[in-house]
């Protein structure tokens, strides 16, 4: 591994991690001890539910701590047993530790306003007001303690296992790579995105064939988690009536339907700004129209060679310094300086890449595989942008750090603009390798405003016929086709679709997060009008923004940003402007290509 994890613990299941998880354990069965005599929240037992809450949120601490370390290694060697054995115990001693947020469900159902208020009033309450309201919230909605408790104990070995299953499958998944030159290689799966980005649309189109030549070997298996993962979710939903699946999708990214359907609104009405983007690319590859494979395809530019790991860091530490200083030394001193990255491609990594946090070391981790590419820079300046939230949230309560990933995401892709524009404003940046960022930051935006839109309406459609029994493979298949062709509509050229892309999509398996989609394009186009104010008002918008980062848990998502920068995101005004902001470098690419050809 490339990442140095000692901060965590010294040796893999050495003496300190032992002790270290045996006391966690034992402080767990002793929580939900003292949790499960008391009474409900009452003016008498206020004191007893304060400790509750006070224990529990120490042991949040230290779980996040060891949860991090062992997704860290699993992640990286997904074929070791002994990671696999670990990230199945964690989920055996969340579950335990879910018992006794089970028990302060049952302290706040019934509690009296009036006490549940002055309960939340309390000094060693202070700050926890949006987990203490969330909590209420959630109570209302929840089934009895005993049914409570059954669930979380079945999705051990039943929502969480088909999850787990997927990721060891996807992580020992290889395809048939056939290059365009004639070489033949077999690749793990971790690697077919970089592929899929290359400028060659042979080699796309061979990484996209192969790969789904792999999914289709395992295709019942991923139709089966699939199915099981949404049925468990709407059996779930049903005995905790909740009415519409959505509600809960809604509640974990605290934000309400009104915000949701504004940002929708406003992306329908404006989808010929990211069609256009495309139709860009189709005419640079001298096409009518797009495939699927071709979605993150650069334009065809002079080929600068591959990037190394080394010019990577050098280009995100420059752009990072020249646009946002602070983030430029975050980056240097931290990320890099203390070895935070995981980078290296190798066989036996699961795909993607994230951003892991210790709320206990108040240290980040991330997790990505570096294939040479100016894709995989953007990558390492989003997760950086992850990374410097939780700096930001470093010495804030965990009770006021569990902020919704509709705003984790906007810290993520500000970093990425933070970069491009930080390459932009570089006086020494020649024609070509802008139009190469401002390839990259519009092909962002065709991604961010359909591709994951694809995501979302397929999603909800399936949703909607998994209520009435499992998918089969040719329905989840034939529903992928039809929603691509909804959403891209013409610019996507007849037998061009993914019908895998159910399968190979990692987000669609995670089960800790309903709906891991809609947040991507929310925290994109936030973070577009962010970074607008950011270039209109300088270094006056940066205090705004970082105690907007602070404040990310402490509120509703509408609240947040109205109180910190002074947005509302209800109306669809604000998502329009952020979609018609990619006008402007959509503007300025399409005036530079005709001098790049000129030249060449």
Known sequence: MTWDLTSYFAQFNGAEMVQFKTAIRADVAALQQSAAVLPTLTAQSANGWEDILLRNEDLSRRMSHLGSYIGCLASSDARNEAYQKEEAELSRTRAELAKVRIELLRACKSADDKIFAAFCARPALAGAHNYLNRLREEARRAMTSEKEILATDLGIDGIQAWGRLY??????????????????????????????????????????????????????????????????????????????????????????????????????????????????????????????????????????????????????????SRAYPALGRFFTEQVIGKNWVDWEPRSGKRPGGFCTSSMLSKESRIFMTYNESLGDVLTLAHESGHAYHGAMMRDIRPY?????????????????????????????????????????????????????????????????????????????????????????????????????????????????????????????????????????????????????????????????????????????????????????????????????????
């Open 167 to 320: 990721d060891t499958v996807s992580a020992k998944l290889e395809f048939a790579m056939d290059y365009p030159d004639g070489k033949r290689a077999r690749l793990p799966m971790s690697q077919r995105r970089s592929l899929m980005d290359d400028p060659d649309r042979r080699v796309r189109q061979a990484a996209f064939e192969g790969g789904n030549a792999a999914w289709q070997s395992v295709e019942d298996t991923a139709a089966a988690a699939l199915n099981a993962i949404a049925g468990t979710r709407l059996t779930l939903n049903r005995h905790r009536s909740v009415d519409h699946f959505l509600d809960i999708a809604l509640f974990q990214a605290a934000i309400g339907r009104k915000t949701l359907d504004a940002m929708f609104e406003a992306l329908m009405a404006n989808l010929e700004i990211p069609r256009r983007i495309l139709q860009l690319k189709a005419k640079s590859m001298a096409r009518q129209q797009v495939a699927w494979f071709d979605l993150g395809a650069p334009l065809d530019l002079p080929d600068h060679g591959k990037l190394s790991w080394d010019k990577a860091q050098a280009t995100v530490a420059q752009s990072f």
């Open 400 to 600: 006021a750090r569990a902020y919704p990933m509709t705003l984790a995401e906007t810290a993520s892709t500000f970093g990425e603009n933070v970069l491009m524009n930080g390459i932009l404003d570089d006086p020494t940046v020649s024609d070509s390798d802008k139009a190469r960022i401002l390839d990259i930051e519009v092909g962002h935006g065709a991604v961010y405003l359909l591709d994951i839109p694809v995501r979302y309406e397929f999603e909800k459609s399936f949703y909607e016929e998994r209520a009435n029994g499992p998918l089969s493979v040719s329905r989840l298949k034939e529903l992928m086709v039809q929603t691509q062709r909804q959403v891209l509509g013409d610019v996507l050229e007849t037998g061009g679709e993914d019908p895998y892309f159910w399968a190979s999509k990692l987000h669609f398996y995670i089960t800790g997060i309903t709906f891991y989609n809609f947040p991507y394009t929310f925290g994109y186009l936030l973070s577009r009008g962010l970074y607008a104010m950011f270039k209109n008002q300088g270094d006056r918008f940066l205090p705004k923004y970082e105690e907007f980062l602070r404040r990310a848990g402490s509120d509703t998502a509408e609240n947040v940003v109205r109180q910190t920068v002074g947005r509302d995101i209800e109306k669809t005004e604000f998502w329009s402007e952020a979609i018609h902001s990619l006008e402007e470098p959509l503007s300025q690419l399409q005036a530079l290509l005709p001098k790049l050809t000129m030249q060449n």
